[in-house]
Nanobody, 122 residues
Framework: VQLQASGGGLVQAGGSLRLTCAASDRTFRSYAWFRQAPAKEREFVAA????????YYSDSVKGRFTIARDNAKNTLYLEMNSLKPEDTAVYYC??????????????????WGQGTLVTVSS
């Protein structure tokens, strides 16, 4: 399974970016974005589950970020608005079949993209 993430870059606070993740396999149930800031642990951002409710968001991005998936293209998106300097991180897409209680956990995802860097300047 290959995941190709793109769309990161440098943006000023208050700006927007859209991340894209193209997946080579469409058999997984859950698609998610995680991020890892310098010197911090990887954290959950958002997830979308086939026939499983959601989408799911972390409290820190709820209302600002939107996750979506194009079924035909098997591509995952993360629309990020009102960006803040604390959103600066490497963003990773991931796919897997976690049970609902693990949708927000990195342990629930088997395959990961290479990451794309988002830098938000103040």
């Amino acid at each position: 399974v290959q995941l190709q993430a793109s769309g990161g870059g440098l943006v000023q606070a208050g700006g927007s970016l859209r991340l894209t993740c193209a997946a080579s396999d469409r058999t997984f149930r859950s698609y998610a974005w995680f991020r890892q800031a310098p010197a911090k642990e990887r954290e959950f951002v958002a997830a979308i589950v086939k026939s499983g409710g959601g989408p799911y968001y972390s409290d820190s991005v709820k209302g600002r970020f939107t996750i979506a998936r194009d079924n035909a293209k098997n591509t995952l998106y993360l629309e990020m608005n009102s960006l803040k300097p604390e959103d600066t991180a490497v963003y990773y897409c991931a796919v897997g079949n976690p049970i609902i209680t693990y949708v927000r956990a990195s342990e629930g995802y088997r395959y990961w993209g290479q990451g794309t860097l988002v830098t938000v300047s103040s």
